[in-house]
């Protein structure tokens, strides 16, 4: 028997802590076709929320600036809305580390919203606090701490897409361990056993996206057949991660400081991966960061 009902409007809530990223995920979530709107007031919600075309999705970003923000009773209003069968709720919280978040405002010489005075560490935490209850009840947190603003936007591509392209996104990234780990990565590769490019005197400065590095690493014995190991491997997993409905998979290429080696097997593994038939994106998250002797030492 045919559903006769009328479909359920879509609406994503999105929070989170001031400087994590909301922002960025709202824009975001406009170029893939929703209706976005930012701090709209709590209590002309219930209004808005039902009233408007089915077919439309409706991403709602509100966080501590926002007029009448009480978080225990924005919880108490979403349940209302989730007994609803004309809506579909989902609630999405933007998390970062305090360290994180008070280098960003530190940087950006920006005012803290809950600061009032006080150092941005300071209204970082009191907001941490007020936002407690609505980050355990969130339906997806996700935590930008070591994100660059592309990677955000790629996450939230590969979750909020409604017309994502079957099949699973493979993302290829680069990092150096000594920058912080990855904040996502289903299968990463430790690439600190080949020799350090940064060590050699001309290709200092140049990044695994050159030719001269690519060609020191590739001569290096043990790349080879490490990395046709690792290839080996990735090509006999990923269609098995796709046969168990995976949306998305992550695999992370490390070194040192993150602008050599990685950089070099990333882009071999990506090139890889194309022939094999998919189509990864490459992310190279310290690439643009100045050449540290200290950092390589570690």
């Not at 929070?15 to 995920?25: E, I, P, V």
């Not at 076709?33 to 709590?42: A, R």
């Not at 990092?175 to 912080?180: N, P």
């Not at 602008?259 to 094999?276: F, M």
């Amino acid at each position: 028997m045919a559903d006769d009902s009328p479909p359920s409007q879509r609406i994503l809530l999105v929070t989170g802590l001031s400087g994590a990223g909301k922002s960025t995920a709202l824009q975001v979530l406009e170029d893939l076709g929703w209706e976005t709107i930012d701090n709209f007031p709590i209590r002309l919600l219930g209004g808005l929320v039902g009233g408007s075309d089915a077919n439309t999705r409706l991403a709602i970003g509100f966080d501590s600036r926002t007029r009448g923000f009480v978080p225990q009773e924005i919880i108490a209003l979403c349940k209302q809305f989730e007994a609803r069968d004309d809506i579909e709720l989902t609630t999405v919280f933007i998390d970062c580390t305090s360290a994180e978040l008070e280098r960003r405002y530190n940087e950006t010489r920006r005012p803290h919203p809950m600061a009032r005075g006080r150092t941005a560490l300071d209204g970082i935490k009191a907001e941490r606090e007020l936002l407690d209850p609505l980050r355990r009840w969130s339906d997806t947190v996700i935590d930008t701490s070591d994100y660059a603003a592309n990677q955000l936007q790629q996450v939230v591509r590969e979750r909020f897409a409604e017309n994502a392209e079957p099949g699973m996104s493979v993302t290829v990234s680069s990092f150096g361990f000594a920058r912080g780990m990855p904040p996502v990565a289903d299968l990463m590769f430790d690439m600190r056993f080949l020799d350090n490019p940064h060590w050699i005197e001309g290709l200092r400065e140049q990044t695994g996206l050159d030719e001269a590095v690519g060609t020191h690493i590739s001569a290096d014995p043990a790349f080879d057949p490490a990395f046709e190991k690792i290839t080996d491997l990735l090509l006999e997993v990923m269609p098995r991660y796709a046969a168990q409905g995976r949306s998305y998979l992550n695999i992370a290429f490390g070194c040192t400081g993150g602008r050599h080696r990685s950089v070099y097997s990333a882009e071999r593994a990506a090139e890889v991966l194309r022939e094999a038939g998919f189509s990864p994106t490459v992310i190279h998250r310290n690439l643009g960061s100045r050449p540290a002797d200290p950092l390589e030492r570690r």
